[in-house]
């Protein structure tokens, strides 16, 4: 659990998109052991014996600090610059080096085995549990079980409650010692129970997997992850660019993809201005603060860090950090001072008034998500103003001036 109560992590990321509310229907208790005995069948159909579900699900109810957080969306959407600003600090990028010495010789050789390079790992740590200062206490049976049983998300959750109990199952600890963040991220890495059963790794050899106490477990599970993920030795998830005067803005997207190579030809460099890598690897460019801000060009790992967590601000800090921590420049270009948040009912407004005009088709869930930007980008062209895709303040006035 992030101890910065607006940055989002993996599991945050996964109760806040779903915007789930509470089913007032399954409040009562007879739903909800209802609920655990269908959640037990399943389990068993997937091979946990009878007696470790009920073990688990003894005595167990609803937690309502659950629900309630849950419930909890939040009422402004993050700049790039509160983002990345949250995240990326002074005090993470030092710690994130001296965790990295610490354990070197490790890391050295996940990486040889995984193609993982360690400020990477050492990004996600620190991003995820601030180097495993805040793992959380909720007990993650009955956090997932209370999302699954009490919440419109059953699916999801309810095989998030199955894969923990696989995990007790396999002897790896009890109900009580698996302990995460209220949304069932559990350990140094946040791993969600059906991530930790597919993806973990007994790294030290004692038969049991514990991402909580041993940091072999938990570094080579999260290695183990972002190579099953998508992520591969090579270019980083990102760079900072510096783009050429008159440059289209409507390629900034990341729907745009061209090769490498083809970016440099077009003027984009490196930010310092060295020339951008000759290769032929796909990538995008972003403009997350807008055309005034920082650009950066996307490579393929950054769908893989996207899979770690759907957001694209958290993706760009993790490529910031990691470049950080592993003795990199911070982003030279600064975002605009201007730049403001914009609530959850203004993005609604934002994202109806778009699909009013035929340019956005998708639901309107007051997320800034690519699709929004998109269809953002689309009216800035259509009314002259520089087409970013980013909610300047005359770009919304000029939007709510629509009919």
């Known amino acids: 659990m992030n101890p910065l109560p607006k940055i989002t992590t993996l599991a945050a990321t996964t109760a806040i998109l ?8 399954n409040a009562q208790d007879g739903g909800f052991r209802e609920c655990l005995q269908t959640i037990k069948a399943d389990a068993m159909r ?8 009920d073990r688990a699900f003894q005595g167990l109810t609803p937690d309502q600090k659950v629900i309630d ?82 919440t419109k998300r059953k699916d999801f959750f309810s095989n998030e409650t199955v894969q923990a109990l696989r995990i007790l199952n396999m002897n790896h600890m009890t109900s009580d010692q698996m302990r995460g963040s209220w949304a069932g991220a559990m350990g140094n890495m946040q791993f969600m129970p059906s991530t930790f059963t597919k993806w973990a790794v007994d790294r030290d050899g004692n038969g049991r997997i514990d991402i909580w106490n041993s940091l072999p477990d938990a570094f080579a599970s999260a290695a183990n992850f972002l190579r099953g993920i998508g992520f591969r030795p090579g270019l980083p998830s990102s760079e900072e660019i510096v783009l050429p005067r008159g440059f289209p803005l409507d390629q900034a997207d990341s729907t745009v993809e061209k090769p490498v190579r083809a970016w440099a030809a077009m003027g984009v460099k490196k930010a310092g201005g060295a020339p951008l890598p000759a290769v032929d690897d796909a990538s995008s460019i972003l403009l997350p603060a807008g055309f005034r801000g920082p650009a950066f060009i996307i490579y393929p790992n950054f769908k893989a860090v996207m899979n770690w967590n759907r957001s694209t601000l958290y993706a760009l800090s993790v490529g910031i950090l990691a470049r950080q ?39 309107a869930d007051g997320l800034l998500g690519p699709k929004t930007r998109s269809a953002l980008r689309l009216f800035q062209q259509q009314t002259g103003l520089p087409a970013d895709g980013h909610p300047t303040a005359e770009s919304v006035r000029r939007l709510q001036q629509t009919r």
């Open 18 to 25: 779903a915007g789930s509310l509470a089913n007032p229907a």
């Open 46 to 53: 997937q091979g946990v014996p009878a007696n470790i579900a």
């Open 69 to 150: 957080l849950d419930q909890r969306q939040p009422e402004f959407s993050l700049t790039y610059a509160k983002y990345v600003g949250g995240t990326v600090t002074a005090d993470r990028i030092v710690k994130g080096q001296q965790r990295m010495a610490q354990h070197r010789a490790l890391l050295d050789a996940l990486q040889a085995e995984y193609g993982i390079p360690p400020q990477y790992i050492m990004a996600f740590w620190g991003i995820e549990t601030n180097y495993g200062s805040f793992m959380g206490d909720f007990r993650v049976v009955r956090s997932v079980a209370t999302l699954a049983c009490m």
């Open 325 to 363: 921590i592993a003795g990199g420049l911070p982003v030279q270009q600064a975002a605009p001072a201007d730049d403001a948040p914009l609530s959850r009912d203004t993005v609604i407004d934002i994202q109806n008034r778009l699909a009013r005009l035929g340019l956005y088709k998708d639901d």
